[in-house]
């Protein structure tokens, strides 16, 4: 995932126990870049805060069981400095992110009453 690269899409079917998908971002993008949002119909979109840049899983929320691997996810977000962001943490971005809306076009850093709330979450799960 890159700034430039507009909007796309990933349809993840992958039921095979072990199997890990891996979403790397570029060099430039950090974790309070990313925006984190559940569609009403169960995609998961992560967008690069100012910009029309969006990666979107689709049927992100079918099926989910905290009990076992769900074969429509990409089980792990992966920044270029080796952070990871895994599945089962990503519902506590989706929820804090979820109180605000995302920042307005051409505003690529969070403002400061977003940072003070999402700061704790972003570096509890972003390992």
């Not at 995609?43 to 840049?53: C, R």
């Not at 989910?64 to 769900?70: F, L, V, Y």
């Amino acid at each position: 995932m890159y700034r430039g690269m507009g909007q796309d899409a990933i349809i993840e079917y992958d039921a095979t126990p072990g199997n890990a998908d891996t979403l790397q971002m570029t060099s430039r993008i950090s974790p309070e870049q990313l925006w984190f949002r559940k569609t009403d119909w169960g995609d998961l979109t992560v967008s690069i805060i100012g910009t029309a840049d969006s990666m979107t899983i689709e049927n992100w929320g079918r099926g989910e069981d905290a009990g076992s691997q769900n074969p429509t996810h990409i089980e792990r977000f992966r920044l270029a400095d080796g952070r990871m962001l895994l599945d089962a943490q990503v519902n506590q971005l989706v929820d804090a992110m979820a109180a605000f809306a995302p920042p307005a076009m051409g505003q690529t850093t969070l403002p400061d009453d977003y940072r003070t709330a999402l700061m704790p979450v972003l570096a509890a799960n972003w390992k």
